[in-house]
């Protein structure tokens, strides 16, 4: 990945201290603040504990992609780890004010961070920060992907929900460090796998597989983060009577599909041109379809 040069416009960034209905003197409760400024305090819970929920939302040519779909997941995410209910309208304002705020870009990757705040205040953290987006177009050609246990079952999100496979917190060293011996072993990305032996999702993910006109993904009851993504993929190949579902599949299931992609909001679609030692094949046609639909763009237009 290369990161944005010196010329990139600067990052924008909006704090956001009513996420949960805590301001209420009629002006809006989020404020543009200085992005390069030292913002968030030492002792705020996720600094200490890693303690927080968060989006990463997708913008092309200024307009953002499912909104709606990251709100209401980050509302889930933040259910699950017993944070207040983030006020969803306040948060996509802010998130329109960050977008208007930056500077025209083609691709700006907005997140939206919510902590549960400073030790001992009960109130929570919350900020938007929109930024150049990466260059990801070597990615969208096509990856070299390794399979990696993640060391749960798929079982794990009904039997060990404190840990809380499928919520999206802010304790990705995890996910990051999968990712750093995905390079370490030649590879570009990585597919976790479970202790009972199926694919689940990459470390920011969501598995795609195509096999003649069925396409399928991991169940996300297997504990994989429920992507908006494979949602809008999904949408898009309904209405061309293609057959989708959400089953459980091996490495050797992947391995000898027509094709797979790993999909998410800000790199949008990789095609997995190599899984562990065996070829796929990239079908670029689909690819390009794909990349224009997770755009928020007409597929058909590809
Ligand atoms: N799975 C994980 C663990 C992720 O972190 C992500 C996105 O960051 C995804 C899947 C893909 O989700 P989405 O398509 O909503 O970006």
């Known amino acids: 990945m290369t990161q944005p040069d010196c010329t990139t416009p ?21 404020r543009i603040a200085d992005a390069d400024d030292p913002q968030l305090l030492v002792t705020d819970l996720v600094a200490t504990r890693g303690d927080g929920v968060f989006e990463t939302i997708g913008v092309f040519d200024g307009a953002p992609v499912n909104v ?23 948060l996509s304002r802010a998130i329109d004010a960050a977008i208007e705020a930056h500077a025209p870009v083609p691709e700006l990757t907005v997140r939206v961070m919510m902590t549960r705040g400073v030790e001992g205040t009960g109130t929570p953290t919350a900020w938007i920060h929109a930024r150049t987006a990466d260059d990801w177009s070597r990615y969208r050609a096509g990856i070299r992907v390794v ?20 919520a999206k917190t802010l304790s990705y060293a995890v996910n990051m460090a999968a990712t750093r011996e995905a390079v370490r072993r030649g590879a570009d990305d990585v597919l976790f796998t479970s202790t009972d032996g ?66 998410s909001s800000s790199r949008l679609a990789a095609p997995i041109a190599q899984l562990d030692d065996t070829s796929l094949t990239v079908d670029t046609e689909r690819s390009a379809q794909i990349l224009a639909v997770l755009k928020g763009q007409d597929p058909q237009s590809a």
Do not use: N
């Open 68 to 90: 709606g779909p990251h709100l209401r997941r980050l509302g889930r995410s933040a259910q699950l780890v017993e944070l207040p209910s983030p006020d969803l309208d306040v």
């Open 147 to 166: 399979t990696l246990d993640r060391g749960l079952s798929t079982a794990v999100a009904e039997t060990s929900p404190w840990l809380l496979a499928g």
């Open 10 to 30: 600067s990052p924008v960034l909006v704090w956001v201290p009513g996420v949960a209905g805590t301001v209420a003197d009629g002006s809006e409760p989020f």
């Open 198 to 263: 199926y694919c689940l999702e990459g470390p920011t993910s969501t598995l795609l597989v195509k096999r003649g006109d069925t396409w399928t993904t991991t169940p996300a009851s297997a504990g994989v983060l429920p992507g908006t993504s494979i949602a809008s993929v999904f949408a898009m190949l309904e209405r061309e009577g293609q057959s989708v579902r959400e089953e459980l599949m091996t490495p050797a299931d992947v391995a000898s599909a027509d094709a797979a992609w790993l999909l």
